[in-house]
């Protein structure tokens, strides 16, 4: 049995909510409500297969199982108005993974495989 995606969701006041993949930066995905940003980032699995390619994680981006909710935060205006996050996911505030010494998700290595496959 493969590990599920870890998903956040954050939920904007009034128009939209962004569904944002833990362990994978730059997989996120925006829409009018939860259900239809989960719906909307599982689409996008295929397309964010190719950053994990780029970005040597193609195996280990293959064998992840299915997306589950792990957090849900209250979204900001940025949220609303842009359909972008500006909340801090929680594997990146964990004290945990820092004394563990761990490197959060985002500080991972893989953004400048992501950045380089979305700038074409």
């Known amino acids: 049995m493969s590990d599920p995606v870890r998903v956040m969701v954050e939920k904007g006041k009034k128009k939209k909510a962004v569904a944002s993949a833990f362990?994978?930066?730059?997989?996120?995905?925006?829409?009018?409500?939860?259900?239809?940003?989960?719906?909307?980032?599982a689409?996008?699995?295929q397309r964010y297969a190719a950053v994990a390619q780029r970005a040597g994680l193609?195996?280990?981006?293959?064998a992840a199982g299915e997306l589950a909710v792990v957090e849900r935060l209250d979204g900001t205006g940025m949220t609303d108005f842009y359909g972008v996050s500006a909340r801090s996911?929680?594997?990146?505030r964990r004290q945990g993974s820092i004394e563990r010494n761990q490197k959060p998700p985002r500080e991972s290595?893989?953004?400048p495989s992501a950045t380089q496959s979305y700038d074409r």
Not at 58 to 62: A, I, L, V
Not at 89 to 92: E, I
Request: no cysteine; proline share 3%; aromatic share 12%.
């Open 89 to 92: 996911r929680l594997g990146d």
């Open 58 to 62: 193609s195996d280990e981006f293959g």
């Open 23 to 41: 362990d994978w930066p730059g997989w996120d995905r925006s829409a009018k409500s939860e259900n239809d940003a989960l719906a909307v980032l």
């Open 109 to 111: 290595g893989r953004e």
């Open 43 to 45: 689409t996008y699995r």
